[in-house]
């Protein structure tokens, strides 16, 4: 199983990102995927997740209206769409795949991709 | 939102030392709890779920007890490699929630 973020990068505040998570080594369409972000120095804090056909998802309030999970199934790769950026979003993004033995609605996560930087500063 | 709170914040032991780290859950979250391991500069690692389940590939010196608020994390006998920063997250409900984090240094 891998998966591999990439779209990171320097946004100055109210602008827009996407980044992507290219998955390979599993169903990709059988997987809730999610996004957590890590703020430099801080702690875990979760941002988004997309169950397995797309139909459903779920946002943490800190990004509801300004981000947009989405996957597709032929490219095998997730994104998360982020706009009307603020410095508070400066932190490394982590897509994850659903951990085995757990839900769309109880979900733990595993594996973690290697996380892309973004960085929202004028 | 459910709350998690870790506890300590820091830990300094020593190779051999049995480490313990509590996480509490502002409400009943049965046994919907994972615990994972972050090394610096690497993506966290799960280690435990559903509180007592130990992942695959994950040392036996790992353990996982606990059920509806209160939870611990139990690294029997630390070894070198075990020298990093552990955190709690529930599961049970949107929008999902970690702890604080537990540093976990070499004294």
């Known amino acids: 199983v891998q998966l591999l973020e990439s779209g990171g990068g320097l946004v100055q505040p109210g602008g827009s990102l996407r980044l992507s998570c290219a998955a390979s080594?599993?169903?990709?369409?059988?997987?809730?995927m999610t996004w957590v972000r890590q703020a430099p120095g801080k702690g875990l804090e979760w941002v988004s997740g997309?169950?397995?056909?797309?139909?459903?998802?779920n946002y943490a309030d800190s990004v509801k209206g300004r981000f947009t999970i989405s996957r597709d199934k032929y490219r095998n790769t997730l994104y998360l769409q982020m706009s009307s950026l603020r410095a508070e979003d400066t932190a490394v993004y982590y897509c994850?795949?659903?951990?085995?033995?757990?839900?769309?609605?109880?979900?733990?996560?595993?594996?973690w991709g290697q996380g892309t930087l973004v960085t929202v500063s004028s | 939102d459910i709350q998690m709170t870790q506890s300590p914040s820091s830990v300094s032991a020593s190779v051999g030392d049995r480490v313990t780290i509590t996480c509490r859950a502002s409400q009943d979250i049965s046994s919907w709890l994972a615990w994972y391991q972050q090394k610096p500069g690497k993506a966290p690692k799960l280690l435990i779920y559903g509180a007592s389940s130990l992942q695959s590939g994950v040392p036996s010196r790992f353990s996982g007890s606990g059920s509806e608020t209160d939870f611990t994390l139990t690294i029997s006998s630390l070894q070198p490699e075990d020298f990093a920063t552990y955190y709690c997250q529930q599961a049970h409900s949107f929008p999902l929630t970690f702890g604080g984090g537990t540093k976990v240094e070499i004294k």
């Open positions: 997309i169950n397995s056909n797309g139909d459903t998802t």
């Open positions: 080594g599993f169903t990709f369409s059988s997987y809730t």
């Open positions: 994850a795949k659903r951990g085995e033995s757990s839900s769309w609605s109880h979900t733990w996560f595993d594996p």
